[in-house]
Every structure is written in structure tokens, then in C-alpha cells.
């Protein structure tokens, strides 16, 4: 729950400035934004119009309008190209209803949200949501072809008890068997966010490798792909250690992609190693 519209303006030119420029459209790297609700809409906009002046600056370039560009190369130039895809933070338990506060994923889908962020740590501890619950808005993503973000993760209770690999598990075993385009999991060691406490990477890279393998017992016929992210206290400093490892596919980053200068360091320090981001190893 963080930045206005005046914060966003700034946010979006420091990744453009700074982020845009160093990428081209071959580099396997998917940059997903999941803001606050208020700000999806907005923010599509700025989109939307980003493509459309690239749009008229190649048709300068090639000498014509852009009345000219069909519908498909719209399509491509205008959003597919996007350096910049959005998500939501959460979405409702149904397409419609007495749901006091919650946005349905049907409604994220208008504003092109591609992804939705499920079961976050934050709303299994603050809003109650159990695995039910998140089973739930999972399949209410996937009727709307939106990538849902499932993340799992154990406390630090769990983790002291030797009891986080079957918490962890659990939690996985409740997800839906439905058809994935991608499944994406995201761990949090939530024993280590904002506690002081940094999970080495050898506890990230057993319980990583422990998610794949669990997936791929349970989703050998419903995941075209299985992409595990990790999260928790990622910042520049040790994401490139994360992403060596490899059951890492990605990175789920908070606190750090609220600083536009810090997060570009984390995507363009990892543009050389990229293939992490974007491709499931071993899978």
C-alpha cells in the first residue's frame, strides 16, 4: 500500500529512463507491476500511450501515418511490446457479488492486468485468507486468463518446529488441478521478512528445489510451465546470488521495487544472466 499518482509519474520515468533504454525486445525478461488497485487503470494509460508515441515515432521513421499500422502490428507495438506488464495485488473470491472491497479478477482483466499476486503472506496474515480461500481466487484468475502468483511460505514458528517442507507442501497440494499456460509459485520465508533474519542460500535452494519437485508430482498434466520466484528482503545486493540458483525462475520483489534506482539495479545487474527470468530449468 504505497505511492500515489505523483510517486508513480516519477517511478515510471526513473524505469524507462534508466531500465527501458538497456533492454531490447529479444531479452527474455518479464518485469511484472503489481500496484495498488486505484493506480492499474492509470497506469495502463501511461502505457497505452507510451505505445502509441512509439507508434507515431516509427511511422515518421518509415515515412507514413499511423492510420497505416494495421490492427495486429497495433496489437504487437501498443501492448505486446510493453517493457512493462501489470498485475494485481489480489483479487475476489467470485466474478460478482455482496463482496464489500474486493475487485474481481474479470474486472482486473479490463484494465490488463496479466497477472494477479494470490495468497500473499500479508492477506493469509491480515485478512485470514486460508488455502480454501486462496483455491478460490485462483481459479476466478484462470477463468479470466490471468496468470495468478501463488505464494506460499512458512512463519518462523513452522520453520523452528522442523515443519516448514509439509507446511509447505500442504500448501501447495491445495492449489486447484486446472490448466496452467504458466503456474507460478512464489516462496516467502516469512521468518525472514522484516525481522533481520536473511535465509541463506542453501535454505533457499532446498526448499526451492523442493517446490519443483512437488509440482511436478501434482502438475505433470495441468502446467505447460512451472516458474518458482523467490521473495522475501530481495534487493540488489543479494539477488544475483538468488538467481544463480538453479530452481530459481524469477524474483518477487517488495520493499526494494519501491525505489526506482534500487530496482533497476536488480533487473539490469541481472540482464546478463537473464535466462533464469525466463525460462523453467529442469522442469
Known amino acids: 500500500m504505497n505511492h500515489g499518482f505523483d510517486a508513480v509519474d516519477e517511478w515510471l520515468d526513473g524505469f524507462y529512463n534508466v531500465y527501458a533504454k538497456k533492454i531490447t525486445s529479444e531479452d527474455p525478461i518479464d518485469v511484472v507491476l503489481c500496484p ?25 521513421k518509415e515515412g507514413k501515418s499511423a492510420e497505416d499500422f494495421t490492427a495486429e ?29 474486493d475487485v474481481s479478477a474479470n474486472l482486473l482483466k479490463e484494465v490488463n492486468c496479466e497477472y494477479v499476486i494470490i495468497g500473499h503472506s500479508e492477506r493469509r496474515k491480515f485478512h485470514f485468507e486460508t488455502n480454501e480461500i486462496v483455491a478460490k481466487k485462483i481459479i476466478q484468475a484462470q477463468k479470466n486468463s490471468i496468470n495468478p502468483v501463488i505464494c506460499v511460505g512458512e512463519s518462523k514458528d513452522i520453520r523452528d518446529l522442523g515443519q516448514h517442507f509439509e507446511f509447505v507442501k500442504n500448501q501447495i497440494l491445495t492449489i486447484p488441478s486446472i490448466i496452467y499456460d504458466k503456474l507460478i509459485i512464489a516462496y ?40 518458482v520466484l523467490c521473495g522475501g528482503s530481495v534487493n ?38 537473464n535466462e533464469n527470468l525466463s525460462q523453467p530449468k529442469n522442469n
Not at 538453479?246 to 539490469?268: M, P, W, Y
Open 36 to 60: 495498488q488497485n486505484i493506480l492499474l487503470d492509470y497506469i495502463d494509460s501511461e502505457l497505452i500511450e507510451d505505445g502509441f508515441n512509439f507508434l507515431e515515432y516509427l511511422a515518421n
Open 73 to 101: 502490428e497495433i496489437e504487437r507495438y501498443v501492448y505486446k511490446a510493453r517493457p512493462l506488464r501489470l498485475g494485481a495485488q489480489d483479487c475476489g473470491i467470485d466474478e460478482a457479488g455482496q463482496f464489500t472491497g
Open 188 to 227: 516467502e520465508p516469512i521468518w525472514a521478512i522484516g525481522t533481520g533474519e536473511t535465509a541463506s542460500i542453501q535454505q533457499i535452494e532446498e526448499m526451492t528445489k523442493f517446490i519443483h519437485q512437488i509440482c511436478k508430482e501434482k502438475f505433470t498434466n495441468y502446467a505447460k510451465k512451472i516458474f
Open 236 to 273: 540488489s545486493s543479494n539477488s544475483p546470488d538468488i538467481l544463480k540458483i538453479n530452481e530459481v525462475n524469477g524474483l518477487l520483489v517488495g520493499k526494494a521495487s519501491l525505489d526506482i534506482v534500487e530496482f533497476t539495479k536488480i533487473l539490469t545487474g541481472n540482464l546478463s544472466s
